[in-house]
């Protein structure tokens, strides 16, 4: 199974901030990885897909980067709405696997 | 528009089985192969089984091997997901999500309790 591990568990910003969230898998997974958003009681909304490919409607602050096995989702001037929690979810191979999720929290 | 409508809470004692229903409307179950996602209280997100492109048999998490079944019926364009043997450690709320890039779609998440 591939493993993916991020990092920071949590992070606490102030709006205006730029953050850095960091996803590791245990073995290459090539550009098959995408990063969710998800808000207390709902269900995660896709941000990035494809490593770096920021999907229709999402705000220009957030981009990703990465291939391989290391990746990153940047908030770039962190808004009210963007305080949440992020899980990356590698789609390489079954059974996919989400990383542990990182709090992004208000300082 | 593409919906996917999840069945209500629900509540089951421990060694009990429970069916989670997810209703597609807007596209036909067949276009985008449907997942099952959970998060226990508190959690992450852990996939719990779906269906790779183009297949007909669902794959499981092995963890959960011998008691998920995930079913999909088209005469009402439903998916169905039954655990069984429930435990504490099945208290979560269950998403069905297609996790497709092109169309990514999510239930609203139906909470499953397990208490004696």
């Known amino acids: 199974d591939i493993q993916m591990t991020q990092s920071p568990s949590s992070v606490s910003a102030s709006v205006g901030d730029r953050v850095t969230i960091t996803c590791r898998a245990s073995?290459?997974?090539?550009?098959?990885l995408a990063w969710y958003q998800q808000k207390p009681g709902k269900a995660p909304k896709l941000l990035i897909s494809?490593?770096?490919s920021l999907q229709n409607g999402v705000p220009s602050r957030f981009s990703a980067s990465g291939s391989g096995t290391d990746f990153t989702l940047t908030i770039s001037g962190l808004q009210p709405e963007d305080f949440a929690t992020y899980y990356c979810h590698q789609a390489k191979s079954f059974p996919l696997t989400f990383g542990g999720g990182t709090i992004v929290e208000i300082k | 528009q593409i919906h996917l409508v999840q069945s209500g809470a629900e509540v089951k004692k421990p060694g009990a089985s429970v069916k989670v229903s997810c209703e597609a409307s807007?596209?036909?179950?067949?276009?985008?192969?449907l997942h099952w996602v959970r998060q226990a209280p508190g959690k992450g997100l852990e996939w719990m089984g779906g269906f790779g492109p183009g297949a007909d048999e669902p794959v499981y998490a092995q963890n959960l091997q011998g008691r998920i079944t995930m079913t999909e019926d088209t005469s009402t364009n439903t998916a169905l997901l039954e655990l069984s043997g429930l435990t504490s450690e099945d208290t979560a709320i269950y998403f069905c999500?297609?996790?497709?890039?092109?169309?990514?779609?999510w239930g609203q998440g139906t909470l499953v309790t397990v208490s004696s």
């Open positions: 999500a297609t996790l497709n890039w092109n169309d990514d779609y």
């Open positions: 073995q290459d997974i090539s550009r098959w």
């Open positions: 494809a490593a770096l």
């Open positions: 807007g596209y036909t179950l067949t276009e985008l192969p």
